[in-house]
């Protein structure tokens, strides 16, 4: 195989590894923000959790239902926010088990692009040498 066909054969596998980067990344963004409105939501239930706790055994609670407040039993509503706090919990912890498997994905495809490059360069010096 020619010196020209071998680097730019390097150089489109250079270019396909690099959209992977790319895509690696903005998944992990998107990872970001979803645990970001994760955690708003379980700081919320945490909130409402603590108010729960104080509300006397015969106090009203209401649940919010789109325009409407429905009466609801207290120890029901605890038992559900309870749930909600547990799945937004589960939720979390598969959200950062995926981020580090996301960055460990992002440090491979890193390091064969600096390898290609490396590749590259050298393909670049040698060609320049032979010409020179």
């Known amino acids: 195989m020619s010196a020209g066909v071998a680097f730019k ?23 970001i923000n979803n645990k970001t409105q994760f955690q708003q939501q379980l700081q919320d ?15 009203n609670v209401y649940k919010l239902v789109g325009p409407m407040l429905i009466k609801q039993d207290l120890v029901e509503a605890k038992a559900n926010v309870g749930k909600r706090l547990e799945y937004i919990s589960s939720e979390m912890k598969r959200i950062d088990s995926a981020y580090k498997s996301m960055e ?29």
């Open 9 to 31: 054969a390097l150089q489109e596998k250079l270019e396909a590894e690099a959209v992977v980067y790319r895509t690696v990344q903005k998944d992990m963004n998107k990872n």
């Open 45 to 59: 239930n945490q909130i409402v959790m603590k108010e729960l706790e104080v509300v006397e055994e015969d106090g």
């Open 104 to 132: 460990k994905k992002e440090k491979e495809v890193q390091d064969e692009i600096l390898k290609m490059q490396k590749q590259l360069q050298a393909m670049q010096q040698r060609t320049a040498g032979a010409s020179a």
